[in-house]
């Protein structure tokens, strides 16, 4: 069984930066496909960066440019970098850990971002 910890979240003011990481238990890390989604209030939850096992990323529109996504696996974790940020950026992160051959998936607990002046 996967499990996933978030930290690095917190209160920012627009324009200010924050680095979020995800920290995965077992061996499966290196071998697997991980996400950050996030969801605001009322809203579905969304993609916001992916990076595969070799080392993709993918971003949305609206992050591209100002979010970027690493991992390490020597470490079992997966970084968010977020510059430049929004109000409209305010939600619960969450990262996901994905290996869809083997039927895994598992997802963080969430951590709080806020971004108001």
């Known amino acids: 069984q996967v499990q996933l910890v978030e930290s690095g979240g917190g209160s920012v003011q627009p324009g200010g930066s924050l680095r979020l990481s995800c920290v995965a238990s077992?061996?499966?890390?290196?071998?697997?496909?991980m996400g950050w989604y996030r969801q605001a209030p009322g809203k579905q939850r969304e993609l916001v960066a992916a990076?595969?096992?070799?080392?993709?990323?993918n971003y949305p529109d609206s992050v591209k440019g100002r979010f970027t996504i690493s991992r390490d696996n020597a470490k079992n974790t997966v970084y968010l970098q977020m510059n430049s940020l929004k109000p409209e950026d305010t939600a619960v992160y969450y990262c996901?850990?994905?290996?869809?051959?083997?039927?895994?998936?598992?997802w963080g607990q969430g951590t709080q971002v806020t971004v108001s002046s």
């Open positions: 077992g061996n499966m890390f290196s071998i697997s496909d």
């Open positions: 990076i595969s096992n070799g080392g993709a990323t």
């Open positions: 996901k850990l994905t290996k869809a051959v083997l039927g895994v998936s598992a």
